[in-house]
């Protein structure tokens, strides 16, 4: 895990801003606002880092619970290498086949899946990565960090965040299933983790694109044909159509209905499918909420994504997800609120109605909300496979972030990377971190960003980059 840091440095100092939260709540908080940034030289990689300011409101931990590199787990501020020692390909065990696993109850390898494994041969994340998670098939996922609990949350909290970067070889938004003909074998597929050929659908522009045919899957005679339709086309729209593979010639039909017993019954599967799962309690009992493919869901009150452009995990792609969850105060000032985001970009987030509604659901356990499911987890996502890596969990909004953007709105739009940073310390006015770079380039301008207990931040970062801006210079402090 290990980085190359730019050794430039320098800062500007954040404006100060009021936000409000909101008609449900009264409380008006100012966003942190960043005055300088001394950064120690541990060694020729790694930085530790300390800000100082005012606003970042108190942390209780100034450790986050979990940031998981995979060689390397940072369970509640202490390094964990048990994983660094498996071999290529290893399975991630349950406690009790493995008493030191990093995760307390990940998926079984049944039914063809091959359960989460920690590859190292595989093309990482970042130029300098060790490892990360891997799995294939339908059911591949980790669940329940040891380092909140395991499967019993050993604190209780209002608020959590957590983030986690996922790659999909296809779009889990668009793809569709039909039973497959005596000639679907003809189609042209790109193998694992690749699509195939373009199809054609009658009577409808653009062209489509074959993932895979599973010829022995379910109880139809030929199988599952798997495949993207054009973008903007509805299922309505392929109702009774054929498709035809552009260079196979290869032909199905779109079945006018859906089927009623997955893959055993006649008619077409439309998209689905699940990728995290956060609960308070492994008996689900608690609250929690599930992340999937269309949006987000907490205990019967849904938040779609398509009231904001139906944006998914671009395949093939890494992709950062993060995910915000409060309950609001115990005096009402702060509403409840759930916001996720998408390589910047907001996937679902909250208003006033929803929050409304959620003071009205009788939850029992406040127990902090933990990682219940990460990875992917459906019946039908069965020509999938699933990578993660950098896992990072807290029970408090609190973070740091360095960003190649300069104002965090442009991240908003999609443009730029941000990199979680490995807190150490923090208090009102002071944090420290260790430099983690992640994706960054060893060349990029760097701007930090400090999260308060709302999720609020300093809007423009502060820079470590080639030019010293007064009136905050960075003061490097070599370390012999």
């Not at 790109?190 to 409808?204: F, H, M, N, Q, R």
């Not at 493919?293 to 779609?304: E, M, P």
């Amino acid at each position: 895990m290990a980085s190359s840091v730019s050794k430039r440095v320098s800062a500007l100092v954040a404006g100060l801003t009021v936000i409000s939260l909101g008609c449900l709540g009264t409380a008006v908080y100012a966003a942190p606002s960043i005055g300088s940034v001394v950064a120690e030289r541990v060694s020729d990689d790694v930085f530790r880092v300390r800000v100082q300011g005012a606003g970042f409101t108190e942390k209780t931990d100034g450790n986050p619970v979990l940031y998981d590199h995979v060689d390397v787990t940072w369970e509640n501020g202490k390094p964990n290498f048990h994983q660094s020692q498996f071999k290529d390909g290893q399975l991630v065990q349950r406690q009790d086949l493995d008493p030191n696993t990093i995760w307390a109850k990940p998926s079984n390898p049944i039914e063809g899946n091959t359960g989460m494994l920690v590859v190292k041969s595989r093309p990482h994340r970042t130029s300098d990565g060790v490892a990360h998670y891997f799995g294939k098939g339908s059911d591949n996922f980790l669940g329940w960090p040891m380092a909140s609990g395991g499967e019993t949350t050993e604190y209780s909290s209002r608020t959590m965040y957590s983030s986690f970067w996922i790659k999909l070889p296809y779009d889990m938004a668009r793809y569709y299933a039909i039973p497959g003909t005596q000639q679907s074998s003809r189609f042209i597929d790109g193998g694992d983790d690749s699509y195939g050929e373009a199809v054609k659908i009658s009577g409808l522009e653009g062209t489509g694109k074959i993932i895979r045919y599973k010829p022995n899957l379910g109880n139809q005679d030929y199988g599952w044909l798997f495949f993207e339709p054009p973008e903007g086309v509805s299922t309505r729209d392929m109702l009774g159509q054929e498709l035809v593979g552009v260079d196979s010639g290869a032909s199905a039909v779109f079945p006018s209905s859906g089927s009623q017993s997955k893959f055993d019954d006649y008619g077409y599967l439309a998209p689905r499918g699940k990728y995290a799962r956060f609960w308070g309690d492994s008996t689900g009992k608690g609250y929690g909420f599930a992340l999937g493919n269309i949006g987000w869901a907490g205990h019967g009150l849904s938040l779609w994504s398509n009231e904001y452009g139906g944006i998914s995990p671009e395949p093939g792609q890494w992709n950062l997800i993060e995910v915000e969850v409060s309950l609001g105060s115990n005096d009402g000032t702060i509403p409840p609120r759930v916001a996720v985001y998408m390589n910047g970009k907001t996937f679902v987030k909250s208003d006033d109605s929803w929050a409304k509604e959620i003071l009205n659901v009788s939850v029992q356990d406040r127990s902090g909300l933990t990682i219940a499911l990460l990875g992917i987890n459906d019946f039908m996502s069965v020509p999938f496979t699933v990578e993660v890596d950098d896992i990072y969990l807290d029970k408090s909004l609190h973070r740091v972030k360095l960003c190649n953007v300069s104002d965090y709105n442009v991240y908003r739009e999609g443009k730029g990377r941000c990199e979680l940073q490995r807190v150490t310390g923090w208090t009102d006015n002071q944090v420290e971190f260790e430099q983690y770079l992640g994706g960054l380039g060893t060349n990029d301008n760097l701007y930090v960003y400090i999260f308060d207990k709302l999720g609020q931040h300093n809007q423009k970062g502060v820079l470590i980059g080639t030019e010293k801006v007064p009136p905050s210079p960075i003061e490097i402090i070599e370390i012999n």
